[in-house]
């Protein structure tokens, strides 16, 4: 048995991630964090277990093997100094990072095992190594564009998936992201430049997750999309990079890794 920490654990994916680790069958809920001052605190995890909901990060801690960490980003740039002090493996599926919080999670990976991915589903984890092929087959004759669509409480754009995508479009092309990305177009922005990568961000309503990469160029254009209809595909990728991450070498490993893609 995987014993697993869930932190978030009100949150959308938190309470998809509990009910999936209560049903799974070598996995087991040890733990169920909050922030503190949550109103939720001392009630039960979910259905199907006795777990209630802390915010003792140091009790939650001790006992678990891993932890999964679908929160905020100081949240987890704070836990995986925690987690490592402690030596419980970090998943971490937390979007919207700056340059200094991915530094010190680098920092943190190389003295515990972190896996960590903008998106956890296999689909789109395909669609990453897709991205790249397409985009080191094609020239710059074709414009990139990655459209991302998400639901009306997201607080990040573009989307921890969007810069993934973005960031295997520029590899494949043998450039660097942040040399030829262009984010959010407004106002007299004039021609468009070639090989730069484009971003567009839609927000509304219940939309879980779609991505959609284009490749555009004169006489023909190329799609390639993944719709998530249930954040199922994401609690599924966790916790196999839970169970995954137990006895790894320290270091920060991607679902690309997990997934053997
Ligand atoms: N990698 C992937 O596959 C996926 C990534 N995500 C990402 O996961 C993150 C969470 O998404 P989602 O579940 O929809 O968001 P929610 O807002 O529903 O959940 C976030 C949870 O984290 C809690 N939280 C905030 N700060 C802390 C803290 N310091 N300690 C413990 N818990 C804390 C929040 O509590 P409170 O509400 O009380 O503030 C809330 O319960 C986002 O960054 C999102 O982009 C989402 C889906 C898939
Ligand atoms: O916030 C979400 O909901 C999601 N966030 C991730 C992202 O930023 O790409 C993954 C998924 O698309 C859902």
Redesign the pocket.
Known sequence: MTNILV??????????LIGHIVAHPTARLTGA????????LGEMAGPGTDVRIT?D?AAALHGADVVI????????V??ARHAADVGVAHI?????FSEDDLAAIAAAGQRNTIV??????LG?NLLVQLTRKVAAALDEEYDIEVIEA??R????AP???ALMLGEAAAEGRGVALADVSDRGRDGITGARERGRIGFAAIRGGDI??EHDVLFAADGERITLRHV?SD?A???R??IRAALWSVGKPHGEYS?IDVLGL
């Open positions: 932190t978030g654990a009100t949150g959308r994916m938190g309470q998809m964090l909050e922030r503190a001052g949550s109103p939720r915010d990060m960490d679908f929160t905020a980003p100081a949240a987890s704070a836990l971490i599926g937390t979007t919207g960590r991915a903008g998106n956890m589903s789109v998400h639901h409480h997201k607080v990040d989307s921890g998936t879980i997750g998530a954040r595909v994401f609690a990728g966790a679902m």
